[in-house]
């Protein structure tokens, strides 16, 4: 089985209305990439960057792909399982 990621821009409560949705990929490398894009450009904000970083470099017992969810702002990631 191969997890579906769904990267989403929106609001700062996280509402469905306001998602945009920017990447759909199997690929993590794809989406780790596309989210240091979306901080870079300043259109998301990282609550906690430890985890963020810990996320980056595939240290997922430091923060999981649900973590980064939730340290996202103006963000959203949603796992999908194939």
């Known amino acids: 089985m191969k ?3 769904v990267l ?3 609001n700062a409560w996280k509402e469905y209305s306001s ?8 690929s993590i490398r794809k989406l780790r990439k ?3 894009e979306q901080v870079k450009k300043g259109n998301m904000k ?6 963020f970083k ?3 470099n595939g240290n997922y017992i430091g ?4 973590d980064l969810h939730d340290i996202l ?10």
């Open 54 to 56: 810990d996320w980056l």
């Open 19 to 26: 998602r945009d949705i920017i990447l759909v990929t199997t």
């Open 34 to 36: 596309e989210v240091k």
């Open 46 to 51: 990282i609550g906690n960057e430890r985890m």
């Open 63 to 66: 923060c999981r792909h649900s």
């Open 3 to 5: 997890n579906i990621y």
């Open 73 to 82: 702002e103006y963000g959203m990631l949603e796992v999908w399982e194939d």
């Open 8 to 10: 989403s821009s929106c």
